[in-house]
Nanobody
Framework: QVQLVESGGGLVQAGGSLRLSCAAS????????MGWFRQAPGKEREFVAA????????LYADSVKGRFAISRVNVKNAAYLQMNRLKPEDSAVYFC????????????????WGQGTQVTVSL
């Protein structure tokens, strides 16, 4: 079975940084686009970042562009989200997800999801 396990969330002050990790198993990682989405209480799940199977096409939400960076290390079956200059509005559960080949921004495009990791940014 496909398993995606996020880690690295926590509590951080505004302006700080966190790096989220996603460990993938049960799939051919090198053929999958990887994405990060987030969901705050009472809100819909929203796109954050995605990277295609080969790492040469990357998409970011406007709200995180210039602050967050998505990356992948295929030999480790891992994807990462480096989050810098964090803001309180970044607080959410962050989910790692995977789909074939091409990075997209729609949650419905991604069939496989992790359990999420909580990120809380305080003032």
């Amino acid at each position: 079975q496909v398993q995606l396990v996020e880690s690295g969330g926590g509590l951080v002050q505004a302006g700080g940084s966190l790096r989220l990790s996603c460990a993938a198993s049960g799939l051919t990682f090198s053929t999958r686009a990887m994405g990060w989405f987030r969901q705050a209480p009472g809100k819909e799940r929203e796109f954050v970042a995605a990277i295609n199977y080969s790492g040469d096409r990357i998409l970011y939400a406007d709200s995180v562009k210039g602050r967050f960076a998505i990356s992948r290390v295929n030999v480790k079956n891992a994807a990462y989200l480096q989050m810098n200059r964090l803001k309180p509005e970044d607080s959410a559960v962050y989910f790692c997800t995977a789909r074939p080949l091409v990075a997209t921004t729609r949650p419905s495009d991604y069939p496989d999801w992790g359990q999420g990791t909580q990120v809380t940014v305080s003032l």
